[in-house]
């Protein structure tokens, strides 16, 4: 938190009237089902993104950032991308939302501050997003339903708002969702914005995407999450999530479904013939995926890591072979980490294409599991990687 108020002392001349947090995420289970209104499991995690504010009066918004060396300074009613600035779309996106939501709100300073290794499959963006729409609640309260605005929140004695209700987290998220598929032209569904306004510590989130409901299960004791980042920076902008969604939403139409969801493997089976074969690898990737959450969510409540951490290995398994996001970086920590007696399972996280792997690992065993996935990665790709031990956290306030 220090680091947050000395950047906007230094960028800005003052102290800042309001910060606020939000945790990135980790993909526990169901890889790209979120926007196939399927299961997705996730963690929100001990690494943040930092936004620190104060209104200002001439009706633009600037933004400073720890990450990037370029300040961007707009005015809010002319909210378009900069090509010399992308990282501020992901905030010019949720003030579009907003703004359509009917939300009021004038200028303001805002520094941004992250712990979340960019490119890493952690979703920096998403928190990014959250971050911006709790700013903007913070200087001007409101509060948001599906048909729009209703009476604002009240600060208490301490200055403090009312925590969000689910109602409204569940609004915030698809509004979040909104700015990156419509500004930003990501093609995301709804779990990295779900898990880092859901998060509860030391608790498992379990999505919904088509009742759009959230529960939440007890992580098992003696369990760690350790994330290894294979170095491999990936872009999603770039449009290889997008490539996936469309092959899925092709697959859905191809057998008369709205989603993939409403598939079975039985029903995929008996109609392969009427997809393509990527099509048919997506699908197969997606249906598996589903099957893999509502068994690893017995297995949680049964208290059997052993057997969950085999449905992260066959997940991986499934993205590496049939929906192909995987990349031989991320794929050679699978196979480390499958050989190391104190992990429980392992896979890739996020949207893929590189980035990193979630590892679920014996508590009092995780610093020699990162010691050696460390020593044998550099060994053999020649990049130096830090494991980062995670902790389960509290979402976005």
Known sequence: MLEIIELFQKKFGGRP??????????????????????????????????????????????????????????????????????????????????RRYGVHFTGFNAAIHGTIPIGAGMSSSAALEVAAALTVRQLHPFTVTDTGITTPPRRDSKDELPPLKSAEKMVLARLCQAAENQFVGVQCGLLDQLSSLFGKASQVIEIDCYHHSVEHSPMPGGTVA???????????????????????????????????????????????????????????????????????????????????????????????????????????????????????????????FGGATINLVRHHEAKCFMGSMALQYEKRTGRRMQPMLCQIVDGAK
């Open 17 to 98: 009237s309001r910060i606020v947090q939000a945790p990135g995420r980790l993909e526990l289970l169901g890889n790209h089902t979120d926007y196939n209104e399927g299961l997705v499991m996730s963690l929100a995690v001990d690494r943040h993104i930092y936004m620190a504010s104060s209104p200002r009066q001439d009706g633009h918004v600037e933004l400073v950032s720890s990450a990037f060396g370029e300040r961007e300074n707009f005015p809010i009613d002319v909210l378009e991308k900069n090509p010399a600035a992308p990282w501020a779309n992901y905030v010019k996106g949720v003030l579009f939302q907003l």
């Open 226 to 352: 350790v994330v290894c980042d294979s170095g491999v920076k990936h872009d999603l902008s770039a449009g290889d999530y997008n490539e996936l969604r469309r092959h899925c939403e092709s697959a859905a139409r191809s057998l008369g479904v709205r989603s993939l969801r409403f598939v079975d493997p039985q029903i995929l089976a008996a109609n392969q013939n009427k997809l393509s074969e990527r099509d048919y690898q997506c699908a197969y990737h997606i249906v598996g995926e589903n099957q893999r959450v509502v068994f690893g969510e017995r297995a949680l409540r049964a208290d059997d890591i052993e057997q969950f951490g085999q449905y992260l290995y066959q997940s991986h398994e499934s993205s590496r072979d049939s929906f192909k996001n995987s990349t031989p970086e991320l794929d050679f920590l699978v196979e480390l980490a499958q050989t190391h007696p104190s992990c429980y399972g392992a896979r890739l996280t996020g949207g893929g």
